[in-house]
């Protein structure tokens, strides 16, 4: 399909920027989905009840491997697995989307960003 007439060629690679960047989002947003299932799943599957008996303050030390990060508290991995449930619970819907993680949302970002939003 052609660039409507009305757009002069530096503004059809401003909006092909930004739509750049959206297919971008839409492909993050869609693998965060699914590792927020994964880790909801941990969570109600007795992590929850392990994480619970712990102190808020208790140091849980880092072990990732991943440059920069640190050691956790307890409370933080806590609020971590609370945003990360709440961001893929379909329950969560807003405009009736179905929330982050509906099938509307999901099918925009497949439409969006091919298969990199279903890795």
């Known amino acids: 399909m052609a660039w409507p007439e009305s757009l002069t060629a530096p503004q059809q690679a401003a909006v092909q920027s930004f739509a750049t960047s959206c297919r971008s989002f839409s492909a993050q947003l869609a693998q965060l989905c699914v590792l927020g299932n994964a880790i909801g799943a941990e969570w109600s599957g007795g992590m929850n009840t392990l994480v619970g008996d712990l102190s808020s303050g208790d140091i849980v030390p880092n072990t990732s491997g991943l440059a920069g990060s640190q050691d ?38 497949v439409k969006a960003a091919g298969i990199n939003a279903s890795i």
Do not use: H, K
Not at 73 to 78: N, V
Not at 91 to 106: D, R
């Open 72 to 109: 956790l508290l307890a409370s933080d991995i806590t609020d971590i697995a609370g945003y990360a449930i709440n961001i893929s619970n379909p329950a969560n819907a807003s405009q009736g989307t179905g929330g982050y993680n509906g099938s509307f949302i999901l099918a925009l970002a």
